[in-house]
Nanobody, 115 residues
């Protein structure tokens, strides 16, 4: 059984930083993309950033220049460094792990940006 667990969310002031981590465990074969998404109440879940097994990255416009995604293939982990956070970045952040034929989600971690 595959488990995806996020950590690192919390309350931060505008302009601050948070480091979100995600670890995938269980019977995992051939992980392809790993990514971060976010969702606010009443809104659709949206892409933040995704990274391929080979290290190719893609960011949503709001994340470019402020967020950095990285992964460790040996440990099946993916990290999102968030900087210069804004109140509009407040959301639940979800990790997604894409394998051949299946996608797995974590339970989410709350990020709140407020003074």
């Amino acid at each position: 059984q595959v488990q995806v667990v996020e950590s690192g969310g919390g309350l931060v002031q505008p302009g601050g930083s948070l480091r979100l981590s995600c670890a995938a465990s269980g019977i995992i074969r051939n992980i392809y993309d790993m990514g971060w998404y976010r969702q606010t109440p009443g809104e659709q879940r949206e892409l933040v950033a995704v990274i391929s097994r080979g290290g190719l990255t893609r960011y949503s416009d709001f994340a470019k220049g402020r967020f950095t995604i990285s992964r460790d293939n040996a440990r099946n982990t993916v990290t999102l460094e968030t900087n210069s956070l804004k109140p509009e970045d407040t959301a639940v952040y979800y990790c997604n792990v894409l394998t051949l034929g299946n996608g797995y989600w974590g339970q989410g971690t709350q990020v709140t940006v407020s003074s």
